[in-house]
């Protein structure tokens, strides 16, 4: 369970630090783009920016629950098994957007 919850913190910061790279990048390179993003349209008045910070841990605890459950059910090297589990983790994080 430790070694878990360890992996698990490793990767939220990972991720996070991965995002907000990414975060910066789009903004640095899309800047009208993300002048219209950050608009009061898209985000409430209220302070919700916590979520930013906390969704990179909770989906790494997530995604590890969820390899751990499923990796014996995919087939396959490593890195073969690791691109399925991404791609179902893909098309059930998008079911809800559509």
Known sequence: MKKALIASLIAGVV?????LRLSYLAINTMPKLMEEYF???FRSSGNIDWMFYVHPFILS????WFWERYKDEFKGPLLLRAIEVALVYGIVAMVPVL
């Open 15 to 19: 991720l996070l630090i991965l995002s």
């Open 39 to 41: 608009s009061p349209v």
């Open 61 to 64: 605890i997530a995604l590890k």
